[in-house]
């Protein structure tokens, strides 16, 4: 089936660092979602791209839609120890009806250490 | 005021046991879904039930049944469990043209 590659799978960084994840597909998306999941709860949405090329931001949250729309990353700024937490990258397909046929990445693990 | 809750939050259960998870949603979307998510944490889709009618249906084993008693609730049932089945399964809801909300999951130990 369909894979994101979700790169890194995981960071140590110390406090007011800033952090930089991206995946990348094999196939076109046309919709890219960064999620956040802490520890014993819920992915709880962080930003949503709608357009190839698109930059949005989120407080210390930046994320883009690749050109190619096989792509996207997600930029931290200035890291704080709240920040840590799985991250998820989520596509749709170009043609997808569904939210619910969302393709994940593996997740990417930070670790901020104060 | 939780806007996707799903219950229990955890259960311990026995090899060949049946039981059953709840999920609601006070969101007035008319999509929900399960998800898997496997030690490794990746997160797979299970079912989707679209006002009460079920559109994704992945390989999951029939011992798994979804149930949708109206658009705000999707209960999942799960029969002779296996030491497999031990996972966090997340309940989730939408519309069209919103991304998903997942309620804060049910963690499945079967021993």
């Known amino acids: 089936g369909q894979q994101l590659n979700q790169s890194p799978q995981s960071m140590f960084i110390q406090e007011g660092e800033d952090v930089s994840m991206n995946c990348t597909s094999s196939?076109?998306?046309?919709?890219w979602l960064w999620y956040k999941q802490d520890p014993g709860e819920g992915p709880v949405l962080l930003i949503a791209l709608y357009k190839a090329g698109e930059l949005t931001s989120n407080g210390r949250l930046t994320a883009q839609f690749g050109i190619t729309r096989k792509d996207s990353f997600l930029n931290i700024s200035a890291s704080i120890p709240s920040d840590v937490g799985i991250y998820f990258c989520a596509g749709r397909n170009a043609g997808g009806t569904s939210y619910g046929k969302l393709t994940f990445g593996q997740g990417t693990i930070l670790t901020v250490h104060p | 005021d939780t806007a996707v809750s799903q219950t229990p939050k955890y259960l311990v259960t026995q090899m060949g046991n049946d039981k059953s998870i709840k999920c609601e949603q006070n969101?007035?979307?008319?999509?929900m879904y399960w998800y898997k998510q496997d030690s490794k944490k990746f997160l797979k889709i299970m079912f989707s039930y679209n006002n009460k009618e079920l559109i994704i249906n992945e390989t999951v084993p029939n011992r798994f049944s979804p149930k949708s008693p109206d658009k705000a609730h999707l209960n999942l049932h799960i029969n002779s469990l296996e030491l497999g089945d031990s996972a966090v399964y997340f309940c989730?809801?939408?519309?069209?043209?919103?991304?998903?909300?997942f309620g804060n999951g049910t963690r499945l130990t079967v021993t």
């Open positions: 969101l007035g979307h008319d999509t």
């Open positions: 196939s076109i998306f046309n919709t």
């Open positions: 989730a809801s939408s519309s069209e043209g919103s991304p998903l909300h």
